[in-house]
């Protein structure tokens, strides 16, 4: 502010400067005498603009300095508004292989895997728990002495070991100690040039990723735990690994058949068919190695039937090996079921032809205990079964609506059977809805 006063101090000298010097150039009038003049040869108005001119810059700097003090200020704003935000923010920024949206490349990949292995390995070594004390077994059912609720005995840690909080949150601090000291000890090797052990030593990682890693150890545990704690949790998560395997092997049945090369020799030998329709996930077969039912000696006498019918020795069953019920589905007509055999035959041929080693097929048998209940989502008409329609009067079914081509029927079962179940005079078949083909494959 001083500095601004002085210069506009001497802007009005300069200006009073400049109106004396307009006077001095004026002519004297006639007659007039002018007195010897003691006034310097330089002229004061160029010392008055460089004293201006310097002014000028240091203003200009003083306007700088401003500027920068005023980003400085939002930079420490912004960092307030980052620490107000609070650690999910700036967790984001300390995870690199863990974090939610991450693409990892191939060797991203690899390190993650190694990694989570050293780490998970770290936890168990910490905690003297070398596998998991709480394992899920599908398979196995409740016992008498295993009531709804009931507490499930905890490892005991050794000397020098870690108690994990079972039954508590992962972030709890007695949990937290197990979880920062196994990253901190996976980290100090695995930054060390001189014990890092990881594949791809350019790959970058941080302390927060194995973290998280040691936090999914911790947190299956804690979840087998609970599993083994509540009747309703295990019945839940037993239906629920079920289910799942069904669906995968549903999968990978319509993979098979969907293969290209499989598509190319079935429309070969029948030209212009469409398929893509019925290849869908929900429409296959289902493959299931739990051979449930609502009392276990006969989902027993169930698997051991199985084990005799596909010959399975004593050693096989000793080792776990796995037998697959087959379990089709009652609703899926003759036509349909025709098509699916000629695929895998297809498929069959195709594997036979390839000269690649295979891991062994596990071992399918058919009990005879087709699904009865109706298809989840729309079909085309020539894929219900007439007999499972008439059965089932009061199931309302989705259809498309019209067959695909090639395949124009609006029933494949055959009139003898059509007419052998429409007499029976307790069947009273019921309309089939129609709605547009908006379904999609699950």
Not at 67 to 77: A, K, L, R, T, V
Not at 358 to 380: D, F, H, Q, S, Y
Request: proline share 6%; aromatic share 4%.
């Amino acid at each position: 502010m001083a500095d601004f006063q002085e210069y506009q101090a001497m802007k009005r000298h300069s200006q009073i400067q400049d109106q004396g010097t307009h006077r001095d150039n004026q002519q004297p009038n006639p007659g007039t005498t002018l007195a010897p003049s003691n006034t310097s040869a330089i002229d004061p108005s160029l010392e008055i603009a460089s004293r201006l001119d310097e002014v000028q810059k240091e203003l200009a700097s003083l306007k700088r300095r401003r500027d920068q003090e005023e980003e400085d200020d939002d930079d420490e704003e912004d960092d307030r508004r980052g620490r107000r935000r609070g650690r999910k923010g700036r967790s984001r920024n300390e995870q690199i292989l863990t974090r939610y949206d991450a693409k990892l490349s191939g060797k991203e990949r690899q390190v993650y895997k190694e990694l989570k292995a050293k780490t998970r390995l770290q936890v168990q070594e910490l905690t003297g728990i070398g596998k998991n004390p709480f394992a899920r077994k599908t398979t196995t059912l409740l016992s008498d002495e295993e009531g709804a609720d009931s507490e499930p005995s905890t490892p005991t840690p050794g000397p020098g070991q870690m108690r994990v909080a079972f039954g508590r949150p992962v972030d709890e601090p007695e949990n937290r100690k197990i979880i920062e000291r196994a990253a901190h000890l996976i980290h100090a090797q695995e930054t060390n040039q001189e014990t890092w052990t990881i594949t791809h030593k350019d790959v970058k990682f941080t302390k927060r990723d194995l973290e998280e890693f040691a936090k999914d150890t911790i947190r299956n545990w804690q979840q087998a735990y609970n599993h083994k704690k509540n009747e309703d949790k295990r019945t839940k998560r037993k239906m629920h690994v079920d289910r799942n395997r069904r669906v995968q092997r549903q999968r990978a049945l319509k993979l098979r058949r969907s293969d290209p090369e499989v598509i190319a020799m079935y429309t070969k030998k029948h030209p212009g068919t469409n398929l893509e329709p019925i290849l869908k996930t929900p429409f296959m077969t289902e493959e299931n190695s739990e051979f449930s039912a609502t009392d276990e000696e006969v989902r027993k006498q169930l698997l051991t039937k199985a084990r005799e019918d596909v010959g399975m020795t004593e050693k096989e069953i000793t080792e776990g090996i796995k037998v697959l019920e087959v379990r089709s589905l009652a609703w899926r007509s003759r036509k349909l079921r025709h098509i699916y055999e000629e695929l895998d035959a297809y498929h069959n041929k195709k594997m036979r032809l390839n000269t690649k080693k295979t891991a062994p097929a596990l071992r399918r048998v058919n009990l005879n205990r087709p699904r009865e209940g109706p298809p989840t989502i729309a079909v085309c008409p020539f894929m219900i079964s007439s007999n499972w329609h008439y059965a089932n009067p009061d199931v309302e079914l989705t259809t498309k609506k019209k067959n695909p081509h090639g395949l124009r029927e609006e029933y494949s079962t055959d009139e003898g059977e059509y007419h052998e179940a429409a007499s029976d005079p307790e069947i009273n078949a019921g309309p089939i809805s129609r709605e547009p083909d908006s379904e999609q494959d699950a």
